[in-house]
């Protein structure tokens, strides 16, 4: 490297030349090395933060699609034996702690299951008669029981706690609430409550054949204590029994609206009761094994909510029968909805769960705790022990059994999230009182048995319906915007419209939601015509403006310079718009009519002229609205990553293309589109993003109900509504707490399926169209 | 002085031309007084007068920077995408002014063609770069299509490189394919007038040759105007010669003439390299 120095002149040459100036200073390659290092650590503690968010919402979504799990091992017993007899049911304390076992001589055994001790209470409603029915109605706290004499008798049992030192005692109570008279000896007993009143029926066998009674008793309120329970009235059904086939079993509902009567050939009758009084109708005579060989049915008993009958054959066919209104019926009557895998063996126990539509059955030896709604098997599994008896908790959160061996036995359950599951989540599923099988997403309702009803469809199907109109709106003036700023308007206006947008970008949604919600679905409700008239004058009026224009001869047109054409087209539009907005009502008038039902005049409504029409509703808050406003939040941004893409096709490939002759039209539409359609794929995306994430303007323009139709006049609840709405009324790691974190894994999982395919798109593109 | 220059040669280019036609027009291109500006400071063209004769090759001559792009693009009104241009005098083509206000601009360029010295084809296959002028005019059918891309790409000398992947995208091009490939799409839809801005700069002499030979047979059927820096190649395929300086037209004349024995004392200099 060395330099003639004669030939560079002046005196710090030698400095310049000599072997430093190949050096690279510390300070760059400090900075450059610092930079490196900053650059990949930000990077990585994105890519991380991204990571441990999805972690975090996974974790709380996956215990959703786990079984239960029930642990035998980990069961409590009772160390003494049961006194020896025959037991004929058995009932529990909210904390299983004091179980109570009922002998057919009518003696209540509680057990301590802390203790370990079996004592035998001191009650006595007998006094020397003879036990001959009994049924537990664990729901109400009661106990019925029939004797020999034709006696029935209320029993309410209670248990209260006791705090002493943070350690709890369970003190037991029983407490004849009502003695009832009846020929002849009881054989069958069941009860229900209504209000201030209960429903007994009472099968009795007199001389002359069976009798079938209802009773109902009230209980007077006074100001001072609870009333006694009297007496009001007794029916008669023995008309409706068979005079070959004996009763097998009588169930009264808990609400005391119905009576079924289960024959020993299979048959059930269902009486329906009306009203708070005595009147009933039977409805429905059914045979739920008809179609096997063997009709009979083995055990029957409600669900939670006593709308569905879980039937059980000898042989084990385990169906559940719900109550529901089919086209063909004036009312609603037992149909069957499910059928669950059958059981090895004749059925040993049924109890059905206090919480949800859980139920658990089995043979003597083994047990399966079921779930209605989904029709699946949460756990099942052989039992160690033999079983007479079972019970599930008021919890949900331990089994009881009574064993063979007169044991009590208590196994903890763990199956927080029983309703949840794929099925529920994204199958279609025959929901109790519905005719047919739905995708419905209702998470609360008003009663303690309520069905939830978790399917994540209608929100999916919600958040597309919200995206595709709002894109419907945005997409086409977002681009033809884009298009003839960057390619048709001249450059000095350009500063105008890229702050216009920034401003509306800037929008806060819930401001634009606040809008839709009490300025555009009110002004829009009943002027829908207008809002029709503009949609097809507008865009027309600007075909037939431009097409008028391009036809013009050069001489008018000379008068317009190129890129301020929009000074002349704005006030047409406008007076368009304006026009448009008062033709709605003549149009209304003279298309949208309905006949008035007073007057019987057919006067212009549009309002009713929709769901008179299409048979669909007709809400003020509605896809509509949803559309303008999302398509407000969109525009911005389509609007301006698209303008860019536009404006950054060389200029080359346009004055190429109008050196040959084509148009700027032609020139925009063949050459600089395409150029620019990767850009413009990314614009359309990422606007859809936005609409597919958009929460507050969805929340509040529209009336979040979870329907699944396309229907422009209805309303829509995306999933991220859903989040919004449910999350401060779910439970923290609740099921459906875990199933909004599911519906934003979804969401996720639709935006990442969209933005992968787009951007596989946008390479493909990117690599046709990229310039020199 | 310029003026009796240009008046003087094209009388003489009537007769050092033979291959003219009979009927052309010596001031097929009437250029009268033309200046014109980019910004108002500085004036790129200064007066220009001259009479472009048709059918005819014409060749600008002059040091890079004088203004032969810029008076190119005068003539199909390339500069009018240029915001801020401001011109004086006129420009008649075939008796035609065409800063008429009235004249549509579209048809003009359609009837008078312009190969940029820097090639860019638009990102389509070879095939739809070659067709994009019929296309724009509306004509699409395919027999008429696929005769023209030949036609087109053979008089280019490109048809036989490209035969085989007419269909891929005319970006995998080398750059001296891509500027004859711009020589066929501006021949393709047989315009009136073709102005070529430095048509070989990219290219090997075998191409060059080819090309030369285009222009050559192309110049019975339209008027070309092409812009080189070689000299070799004015002398070549030229039957007039326009030598530039400054913005300002210097000398005008019969190609042999101007070379022979050039008027003015710039005009020498520049072609015997002493200069540019
Ligand atoms: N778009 C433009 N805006 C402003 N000035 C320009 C523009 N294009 C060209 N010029 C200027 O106008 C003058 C003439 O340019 P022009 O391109 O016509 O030269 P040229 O003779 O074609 O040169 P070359 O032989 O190098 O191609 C130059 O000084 C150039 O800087
Ligand atoms: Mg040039």
């Given amino acids: ?772 | 002085m310029t003026n009796t220059t240009a008046e003087n040669t094209t009388e003489e280019a009537v007769e050092t031309a033979p291959t003219t036609p009979e009927g052309a027009k010596l001031d097929y291109i009437k250029v009268e007084d033309f200046s014109f500006n980019y910004t108002p400071e500085v004036r790129v063209l200064d007066k220009i007068t001259m009479d472009i004769p048709e059918k005819q090759v014409t060749s600008f001559i002059g040091p890079s920077g004088c203004g032969k792009t810029t008076l190119l693009r005068n003539f199909n009104r390339m500069n009018d995408l240029i915001p801020g241009i401001t011109h004086e005098g006129t420009i008649h083509i075939d008796g035609q002014e065409i800063f008429d206000k009235k004249l549509e601009v579209i048809s003009l360029r359609k009837r008078i063609r312009m190969i940029f010295q820097k090639a860019n084809p638009f990102p389509k296959s070879i095939y739809e770069n070659v067709v994009y002028s019929l296309r724009v005019a509306g004509r699409n059918n395919k027999a008429l299509l696929d005769e023209v891309v030949e036609t087109s790409l053979r008089g280019a000398a490109l048809w036989d490189e490209v035969k085989d992947r007419l269909h891929d995208s005319a970006l995998g091009l080398s750059g001296g394919q891509m500027q004859r490939l711009s020589i066929a799409h501006a021949i393709a839809n047989q315009p009136e007038v073709l102005l070529m801005d430095e048509p070989c700069s990219a290219l090997d002499p075998i191409a060059t040759a080819k090309i030369e030979e285009l222009i050559c047979k192309l110049k019975n059927k339209f008027t070309v105007i092409i812009v080189t820096h070689n000299m070799q190649q004015a002398t070549r395929v030229s039957d007039q010669t326009a030598y530039f300086y400054l913005g300002k037209m210097i000398e005008m004349n019969a190609t042999q003439e101007i070379f022979r024995n050039p008027s003015c004392e710039e005009t020498e200099r520049y072609i015997s390299g002493k200069f540019g």
């Avoid at chain 1, 063949?670 to 994430?693: H, K, N």
Wanted: hydrophobic fraction near 45%; charged fraction near 20%.
């Fill in chain 1, 1 to 772: 490297m060395e330099q003639p120095t004669e030939s560079s002149p002046g005196e710090g040459s030698e400095i310049i030349l000599d072997d430093s100036r190949f050096d690279v200073s510390r300070k760059v390659l400090l900075t450059d090395g610092f930079m490196t290092w900053f650059i990949k650590f930000g990077g990585v503690m994105v890519v991380a933060a991204v990571i441990g968010i999805f972690v975090f919402i996974t974790s709380q979504v996956l215990p959703l699609f786990k079984g239960a799990s029930v642990e035998l091992d980990a069961a409590t017993t009772t160390t003494e034996a049961l006194p020896k007899g025959n037991y004929l049911g058995i009932a529990a304390d909210e904390w299983m702690e004091k179980p109570l076992a009922i002998r057919d001589d009518g003696k209540f055994i509680y057990s301590d299951l802390v203790t370990g001790e079996v004592l035998e209470s001191e009650f006595d409603f007998l006094e020397g008669d003879k036990m001959t029915a009994l049924r537990i109605e664990s729901g109400e706290d009661l106990i019925v029981a029939g004797t020999e004499s034709g006696q029935v008798h209320l029993i309410e049992f209670s248990y209260s706690p006791t705090f002493k030192d943070g350690v709890r005692t369970v003190n037991e109570d029983l407490n004849l609430a009502f003695t009832g008279e009846f020929n002849g000896p009881v054989t069958k007993v069941s009860c229900g409550q209504s209000g201030d009143s209960r429903l007994i029926a009472v099968l009795t066998e007199t001389e002359e054949g069976p009798h079938l009674e209802l009773d109902l008793v009230q209980r007077k309120k006074s100001l001072i204590s609870a009333g006694d329970w009297k007496e009001v009235g007794k029916t008669d059904l023995t008309e409706t029994l068979r005079s070959d086939v004996a009763v097998q079993e009588i169930l009264v509902t808990n609400r005391a609206d119905a009576v079924l009567v289960v024959f020993e050939n299979g048959e059930i009758d269902y009486h329906f009761r009306s009203g708070s009084g005595l009147n009933t109708e039977l409805r429905q005579t059914f045979q739920p094994f008809a179609d096997l060989n063997e009709k009979k049915i083995k055990n029957a008993d409600f669900l939670l909510g006593d709308v569905s009958l879980v039937l059980t054959s000898p042989e084990g066919v385990n169906r559940l029968f719900s109550l529901y209104r089919s086209e063909e019926e004036p009312t609603r009557m037992f149909h069957q909805t499910k059928e669950f895998p059958a059981l090895p063996d004749t059925p040993a126990f049924y109890s059905p769960s206090f919480r949800n539509k859980a139920f658990l059955t089995g043979t003597s030896n083994t047990a399966t705790l079921r779930y209605a709604t989904t029709e699946t098997i949460r756990w099942e599994s052989e039992l160690p022990w033999e079983v007479t008896h079972a019970l599930i908790s008021r919890k949900s959160d331990s089994l009881l059994f009574l064993t063979e061996d007169r044991h009590f036995v208590r196994v903890p359950v763990d199956d927080p999230h029983p309703e949840a599951g794929i099925k529920a989540f994204f199958g279609k599923q025959l929901y109790e009182g519905s005719s047919e099988a739905k995708y419905e997403w209702q998470s609360t309702g008003g009663s303690d048995d309520f069905e939830a009803k978790l399917s994540l469809i209608p929100l999916i199907f919600g958040t597309l319906k919200g995206t595709f109109y709002a894109m419907l709106f945005a997409v086409p003036i977002a681009l033809f915007g884009a298009i003839y700023t960057a390619e048709f308007l001249d450059p000095k206006n350009k500063v105008f419209i890229k702050p216009a947008m920034e401003v509306m970008a800037s929008l806060p949604s819930v401001v634009l939601g606040f809008l839709a919600a009490l300025w555009l679905a009110p002004m829009i409700e009943d002027r829908v015509p207008s809002v029709l008239c503009i949609v097809v004058l507008v865009p027309l009026g600007a075909f037939l403006f431009g097409m008028l224009w391009s036809r013009q001869p050069r001489n008018i047109k000379k008068y317009v310079r190129e890129g301020y054409e929009f000074l002349y087209f704005a006030p047409i539009m406008l007076i368009l718009l304006f026009l448009g907005w008062q033709m709605g009502p003549l149009v209304e008038s003279l298309i949208f009519t309905v006949k008035d039902p007073n007057t019987g005049e057919r006067v212009g409504d549009f309002a009713r002229w929709w769901p008179s029409i299409t048979g669909t509703a007709y809400e003020q808050r509605n896809s509509l609205v949803v559309g303008f406003m999302m398509g407000f939040a969109v525009i911005p941004i389509v609007f301006t990553i698209a303008e860019d893409s536009l404006s950054n096709v060389p200029d080359t490939l346009r004055t190429g293309s109008l050196a040959l002759g084509a148009s700027r039209w032609q020139t925009a539409w063949r050459i600089v589109l395409p150029t620019a359609s990767a850009g413009i794929l990314s614009a359309i995306m990422i606007g859809l993003g936005r609409a597919v994430g958009e929460t507050m303007i969805v929340v509040m323009a529209t009336g979040n109900t979870p329907i699944m139709e396309w229907n422009i006049f209805s309303g829509m609840r995306t999933l991220s509504a859903n989040i919004a709405v449910e999350l401060p009324e779910a439970p923290h790691h609740g099921t459906l707490y875990r199933t909004l974190f599911l519906g934003a894994v979804v969401l996720f999982l639709m935006t990442f399926l969209v933005n992968t395919i787009a951007e596989v798109l946008r390479q493909h593109l990117r690599e046709k169209y990229k310039t020199v």
